[in-house]
């Protein structure tokens, strides 16, 4: 039964919009949640700024999930705040939910967030130190992970503009990982329950997105906390929220995510993802690299003794700028880009009109 029979904008958390998503945030989101919502503080950052977690509910089946280990990947936590408001809510899915505990870290990587960087304090990838534990945000999240104990784990992330899914010219919107316990990639049982639960996710994502669901690579990375919880036996997906055409504030993958998350937690709830195949898993496409923001196609000199006709790949470079995030184009290739796709697309190779222009007087006057 698909989930979205729920009206996203009536939970949607106004208040807290863009890219731009900090711990001051999360404080007052948290100030004004009722009882039933148990707010601790769970650890602090390289920089003293606290680590936030709320647990819901007493159900049986565990649920730990986090997001913003890389600080600029803001979009889940959106969706983590629109949940909440569901979760506070008369709706008739709080009584399948409630078979949940669901424990959320809204921000592991406050410092990284509050500068919108990827890494930490220290310049460490948090998802790389699964294994050292160098950092006090990796720390916080082990500790919480040990005492916590989940039945399941949800990693959630933001991924760039570049990733199409497949070798279609459609935007990996949502993609996900059932990330690998060795280095074999075998199927363990908790893997399986991974990707059993992405196939149900996937499901539903289809009729809102279809075509636009990717599947990671799963090489496996001991150091990334995904397939450290694999290889402890707790089924664990990552998620990436990614790019929805037109959408670079991410509102409307916001949503996705919602629906995603929610799906997530309904098909927990009701010891329902073992109905799934993980043969399905597989039929979703993997991810490529093949967007640029913008793309220029057969550029040519007005001079036509300069032959050459090429194409310019265009990619937005995302910069913090008084408290908002401005989107800044830079040249990122220039060549035969044949094959790659453009979120904004221009063809320049117009011959025929060229020359009907170059009769009127607007050419004279450029010529000089
Ligand atoms: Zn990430």
């Known amino acids: 039964m698909p989930n979205t029979s729920i009206d996203y904008q009536a939970f949607k958390e106004n208040a807290i919009q863009g890219r ?36 819901w509910g007493k159900g049986k089946t565990k649920v730990l999930s986090w997001s913003q280990m890389h600080g600029n990947e803001s979009t889940t936590t959106k969706a983590l705040f629109d949940i909440i408001n569901l979760l506070q809510s008369q709706s008739a899915i709080l009584n399948v939910l409630r078979q949940c505990t669901l424990k959320i870290i809204f921000i592991l990587n406050p410092d990284g967030a509050e500068v919108y960087t990827r890494v930490n304090a220290n310049s460490i990838d948090l998802n790389r130190d699964a294994q050292k534990r160098s950092q006090p945000e990796s720390k916080t999240l082990r500790k919480t992970y040990d005492e916590f104990k989940p039945d399941f784990c949800l990693n959630l992330h933001g991924q760039r503009t570049i990733f199409n899914v497949g070798f279609t010219s459609r935007p990996a919107t949502v993609s996900f990982l059932a990330p690998a316990h060795n280095v074999e990639r075998n199927i363990s049982p908790s893997r399986e329950l991974s990707m059993k639960l992405i196939v149900a996710i996937n499901q539903v994502l289809q009729e809102l997105i279809p075509g636009q669901v990717g599947r990671y690579d799963d090489a496996f990375n001991e150091n990334c906390v995904g397939d450290a919880f694999q290889m402890l036996n707790t089924p664990t997906v990552l998620f990436e929220a990614g790019h929805y055409p037109g959408d670079y504030h991410r509102e409307r993958t916001r949503e996705f995510i919602f629906y995603a998350l929610l ?53 937005f470079v995302e910069t913090l700028c008084n408290d908002h995030i401005d989107f800044v184009p830079k040249v990122a290739e220039i060549g035969n880009l044949k094959g790659f796709h453009g979120h904004k697309t221009y063809d320049c190779m117009i011959d025929e009109e060229l020359n009907e222009l170059k009769k009127q007087p607007y050419w004279d006057s450029v010529k000089g």
């Open 20 to 55: 731009y998503v900090t711990n001051a945030q999360v404080l007052s989101f948290l100030e004004k949640l009722p009882a039933d919502f148990i707010r601790e503080t769970i650890g602090y950052s390289v920089e003293g700024r606290p680590i936030e977690s709320v647990t």
């Open 263 to 315: 799906t997530a937690f309904k098909t927990l709830a009701l010891g329902e993802v073992s109905n799934f195949s993980s043969k399905d898993y597989f039929a979703i496409p993997e991810n490529n690299k093949l967007f640029f923001d913008v793309l220029i196609k057969n550029v040519q000199a007005v001079d036509k003794s300069i032959e050459k006709v090429r194409d310019i790949g265009i990619l």
